[in-house]
């Protein structure tokens, strides 16, 4: 006894275009953008001492005493240094942290954040 079966071909289950033929659909991932950067500056007063300046950088920006003491003198002589560059969370965290602790030592430092271009 003879069965008269046919072969049937698998139903594509991707999209098809007129001739039957299926259509790859390939999805492209969009190129993520790197979020923006920003520059923590120090800027020079008339009344904050050098020595403090120097223990903000190393206890914030983690300088060495001889990079913190470089740095300190920039912002003496150009009016501002910029300290660091960090994302804007950092940033923000940074500059707060310097200007809190400039305030409870009642010194007059300025800190601030800019972004990079």
Do not use: W
């Amino acid at each position: 006894m003879q069965s008269d079966m046919h072969m049937m071909a698998p139903k594509s289950a991707g999209p098809a275009d007129e001739d039957g033929d299926t259509a790859i659909v390939t999805e492209t991932k969009p190129k993520t953008k790197r979020p923006p950067l920003y520059k923590v500056l120090l800027l020079n007063d008339d009344y904050t001492p050098m020595e403090f300046v120097v223990h903000v950088l190393e206890r914030f920006f983690g300088l060495n005493h001889a990079q913190a003491f470089e740095i300190m003198l920039t912002v003496h002589k150009k009016g501002l240094a910029v300290v660091g560059v960090f994302s804007h969370e950092i940033a923000e965290t940074k500059v707060g942290q310097v200007m809190d602790f400039a305030r409870r030592h009642q010194h007059p430092l300025q800190c601030t954040m800019e972004k990079e271009e």
